[in-house]
């Protein structure tokens, strides 16, 4: 009696997972193998493996898994690395700390695309301006450099900042949660023993904030791997001709682009990001065993 009252209470959730997670990538999968298909009759001419081999062949498709793997390995780490130092500075501070968390926290919760708008203002060269940061560059000497029109990787570095920028306030949060819920008793021991700070840091500080780092870094290669609002919001919704498109907007493009009306390749596409993001959690999830303290 009590194993059935216990499943009856997992039932809702049970079929809320199958009907909106379990459903659509079977559905999407089932998509992805149809070849030919026609999107107005609803039929296709057979199965098969070749919508896997178009999209992986597809210039398109392999220049937004090139920028997408660019964004998740600069932009995660950093974001990470940046966002704990910001938090050991915070938890130092005991006056205004609250002020301060709040300030930080602001990015997050401001809208995405109005973000955006102020990175362009600060990069983007018009006939009227220069961009606010092209005008410190000449400031110091330098040249002006096209961030929005221009070269590949002036491009990219505008993408990594303006993502290291939206998601760095949630890491902020949790880690400074984090770093004041561990025992200050640890580190009083540590004191009365000598210990430099950075053995303290390191044998202590990391391994009880290692939950909490191990969930940013999660998280944020899952997000990275999804980014796509990001690029829209600084180079318009034309990402292919701007060459900053990523998987998820080739996704996008596939269904309701300029090349839309394609779902077979779109859930080909969509297939091979789940198998990518799902083979770095895993590999994530294996390295946390060694290295993450509950």
């Known amino acids: 009696m009590k194993e059935i009252k216990g499943w009856l209470y997992l039932l809702p ?3 809320f997972l199958g009907a909106f997670l379990v459903y659509p990538l079977v559905d999407v999968f089932i998509y992805s193998m149809e070849e030919g298909y026609n999107f107005a009759s609803q039929t296709y001419m057979g199965v098969g493996t070749y919508n896997y081999a178009y999209v992986l062949h597809d210039s398109y498709f392999l220049q937004a898994l090139k ?3 660019i964004l998740v390995m600069i932009t995660v780490p950093l974001s990470t690395g940046i966002a704990l130092l910001i938090s050991l500075g915070l938890v130092s501070i005991e006056k205004l700390r609250d ?8 990015p997050y919760v401001t809208n995405t695309l109005a973000v955006g708008l102020v990175f362009m203002i600060l990069f983007k060269k018009t006939p009227y301006s220069e961009g606010m940061v092209n005008l410190l560059l000449n400031f110091v000497g330098m040249n002006s450099v096209d961030f929005m ?3 590949y990787l002036a491009k990219m570095f505008v993408l990594c900042f303006y993502t290291i920028w939206v998601v760095m306030p949630f890491k902020i949060l949790i880690l400074t949660s984090a770093l004041l819920s561990v025992n200050p008793l640890y580190y009083s021991a540590a004191k009365v023993d000598g210990t430099s700070r950075f053995r303290t840091f390191y044998k202590i500080t990391l391994p009880m904030i ?3 780092l191990f969930y940013l870094i999660i998280t944020g290669f ?3 791997f999804k980014a796509y609002s990001d690029a829209v919001a600084l180079f318009g919704t034309d990402l292919n001709t701007a060459g900053m498109n990523t998987i998820v907007g080739y996704v996008y493009d596939m269904l309701y682009g300029n090349s839309g009306g394609y779902p077979s390749y779109a859930s080909a596409a969509a297939i091979i990001l789940f198998v990518i993001v799902l083979t770095i959690t895993c590999i994530n999830l294996l390295v946390s065993k060694k290295h993450v303290h509950y």
Do not use: C, E, R
């Open 99 to 106: 002020f301060y968390q709040t300030v930080f926290f602001l």
């Open 13 to 15: 959730a049970t079929l």
């Open 222 to 224: 899952i997000g990275a």
């Open 149 to 151: 029109d221009g070269p």
């Open 210 to 212: 290692s939950p909490s």
């Open 67 to 69: 920028n997408t793997f």
